[in-house]
Antibody, heavy 122, light 108 residues
């Protein structure tokens, strides 16, 4: 059974760079059939896709966050990461990592991590 | 980028059928996927593709598509179906993915 687990700091100060890691077990991020993505959810609000990458070399980002986001993978550790620069209070959210099927006419997230709450506060 | 529009809230009587809709231009080209999210939990995929359910999802959940609208139908809603439901699809004009704003389902 595929499992994903987010890790990283729970509290950050404005202007810092957020770094989160997603550790994948029960499957490989090297699989060419899938992308691996990050989604966030501000408190009391809806889901927002941040971006997704594949070990084959393609990475896609939400245009509204693209200037501040980098998503990359480490196949040796079977992990992928999110970096979000210059955080503000608006970046306070639960951050989820997920496996992302990205092909033809079907796009869906079939396995999710439990999420990690990141709070940005001075 | 494209948008997906959902009704903010829907209610259904226990055991009855409810349809949750999602509208957007991208749905003319791409299938919607649907997620159930209960308080304090990660979203769970319930429908993907034309009308596919992941293993473990009850068959009372089904999906359909017509023009620019995708629908999630729960036939015989149960108390445990009370949750937020989100649709998701690809943007029709960019390599991006978008979520609808979510629908809060109340089972009366």
């Amino acid at each position: 059974q595929l499992q994903l687990q987010e890790s990283g700091p729970g509290l950050m100060k404005p202007s810092e760079t957020l770094s989160l890691t997603c550790t994948v077990s029960g499957g490989s991020i090297s699989s060419s059939s899938y992308y691996w993505g990050w989604i966030r959810q501000p408190p009391g609000k809806g889901l927002v896709w941040i971006g997704s990458f594949s070990s084959g070399g393609s990475t896609y980002y939400n245009a509204s966050l693209k200037s501040r986001v980098t998503i990359s993978g480490d196949t040796s550790k079977n992990q992928f990461s999110l970096k979000l620069s210059s955080v503000t209070a608006a970046d306070t959210a639960v951050y989820y990592c997920a496996r992302h099927f990205w092909y033809s006419t079907s796009y869906y997230f079939d396995y999710w991590g439990p999420g990690i709450l990141v709070t940005v506060s001075s | 980028s494209s948008e997906l529009t959902q009704d903010p809230a829907v209610s259904v009587a226990l055991g009855q059928t409810v349809r949750i809709s999602c509208q957007g231009d991208s749905l003319r080209s791409y299938y919607a996927s649907w997620y159930q999210q209960k308080p304090g939990q990660a979203p769970v995929l319930v429908i993907y593709g034309r009308n596919n359910r992941p293993s473990g999802i009850p068959d009372r959940f089904s999906g359909s598509n017509s023009g620019n609208t995708a629908s999630l139908t729960i036939t015989g809603a149960q108390a445990e179906d009370e949750a937020d439901y989100y649709c998701n699809s690809r943007d029709s004009s960019a390599n991006e993915v978008v979520f609808g704003g979510g629908t809060k389902l109340t089972v009366l």
